[in-house]
């Protein structure tokens, strides 16, 4: 089992709509957990970060976390073409970050 | 807030030679930065981590002898990749942090080894 692991698309979601990315991570006494956005040929790019048990909100994006069930979400509202790209979950590992293989995500005008 | 820089953007070399690659927090002391490699279609792959003044630790794999990482200031972390060869073409990208926790990425530094 990979210690993160995101369904690797594509997604694709109509202009105006909401996106769902979805992450599970395997180690139970993770803390700390974040998403990346990376254009093609860019860097990633840190969008949120979450610590706490249920929603953050910031903008247009949510992060939601349940550790419970071992779950991290990123929903982004009102889509835009601009919002195409690969989303990474990234969670906090033994001194570094251990990231997901990424979703990728188009939004239809 | 939160800059970093890396310094070439890209670079052609050729085989046999060695690059280095600079990576800058710009606008903060970075106590750690890490270096990944990702080829095309593919995540991120962790390198090595890097403390100010100490010896970086590297991922199994990865061979130290041939990706020299130094450290030498809290804004500062170099990557030399010696000896390069066509498989070491790829997109080596840093990152710095305050701490272990909330990563900033450069934008990366794109290397093509003929």
């Known amino acids: 089992q990979k210690e993160v692991e995101q369904n690797s698309g594509p997604l694709s979601v109509p202009e105006g709509a909401i996106a769902s990315l979805n992450c599970t991570y395997s180690d139970r006494g993770s803390q700390s957990f974040f998403w990346y956005r990376q254009y093609s040929g860019k860097s990633p790019e840190l969008i949120m970060s979450?610590?706490?048990?249920g929603d953050k909100e910031d903008g247009r994006f949510t992060a939601q976390l349940n550790k419970a069930s071992q779950y991290v979400s990123l929903l982004i509202r009102d889509s835009q073409p601009s919002d195409s790209a690969t989303y990474l979950c990234?969670?906090?590992?033994?001194?570094?970050?251990?990231f997901g293989q990424g979703t990728r995500l188009t939004i239809n005008p | 807030g939160a800059v970093v820089s890396q310094h070439p953007s890209w670079v052609i070399c050729k085989s046999g030679t060695s690059v280095k690659i600079e990576c800058r927090s710009l606008d903060f002391q970075a106590t750690t930065m890490f270096w990944y490699r990702q080829f095309p279609k593919q995540s991120l792959m962790l390198m090595a981590t890097s403390n100010e003044g100490s010896k970086a630790t590297y991922e199994q794999g990865v061979e130290k002898d041939k990706f020299l990482i130094n450290h030498a200031s809290l804004t500062l972390s170099t990557l030399t990749v010696t000896s390069a060869h066509p498989e070491d073409s790829s997109f080596y990208i840093c990152?710095?942090?305050?701490?272990?926790?909330?990563?900033?990425f450069g934008p990366g530094t794109r290397l093509t080894v003929t």
């Open positions: 990234a969670v906090q590992g033994a001194q570094k970050l251990v």
């Open positions: 979450i610590y706490s048990n």
């Open positions: 990152s710095a942090a305050t701490g272990y926790y909330e990563q900033y």
